[in-house]
């Protein structure tokens, strides 16, 4: 007779007992998991939030131009309908059955704003450079004349240490 391999008798009944996962944390386990969540969409946000309003906005595509357009057209035929979304379809639709030639126009004026937008956005990053510039003075001006001081005696020894080194090799 054969003896069987493993462990022991195998317990069917043990599948039954596992329980999902959300149902095992409770207490306090769980609310340290809900708060962790929580610290993290905060701190997402925090990274999130901290739009510059100076900061010039992105152009329209050439189809958000043509849109602009439409829009006006399809409010006048369509004086019933109030849904975004319906306006929006029609949009899409009708941007997708125009011809290239019939969208020139349109992609035009959209690389006209976004030209004007690059010109924009260099004298942004400019203001920007000259303003951590300003920053760094401001800091090294606001330094502790202590500090300074012994930096530059730090520099000096160093300086001195150099000249001995050249001595010795002569």
Do not use: C, Q
């Not at 849109?67 to 941007?95: D, I, M, Q």
């Not at 730090?154 to 090799?169: H, K, N, P, R, T």
């Amino acid at each position: 007779m054969k003896a069987s391999k493993g462990k022991g008798p195998v317990r069917k009944d043990k599948k039954e007992v596992l329980k999902p996962v959300e149902e095992i944390k409770v207490g306090k386990r769980k609310a340290a998991i809900e708060a962790d969540k929580s610290r993290r969409k905060l701190a997402k946000n925090a990274k999130l939030g901290k739009k510059d309003p100076n900061k010039p906005k992105r152009p329209a595509s050439a189809f958000f131009v043509f849109l602009e357009e439409f829009r006006t057209v399809y409010k006048k035929e369509h004086p019933n309908v109030k849904a975004v979304s319906a306006v929006g379809k029609a949009g899409g639709e009708k941007w997708k059955s125009m011809s290239p030639a019939e969208k020139a126009p349109y992609e035009a004026k959209a690389a006209k704003r976004k030209t004007e937008y690059e010109k924009l956005m260099k004298a942004y990053n400019n203001k920007e450079d000259d303003t951590e510039d300003d920053e760094e003075e401001v800091a090294e001006r606001s330094k502790p004349i202590a500090k300074i001081v012994e930096e530059e005696e730090s520099a000096e020894e160093d300086d001195e240490e150099d000249d001995d080194d050249d001595e010795d090799e002569d």
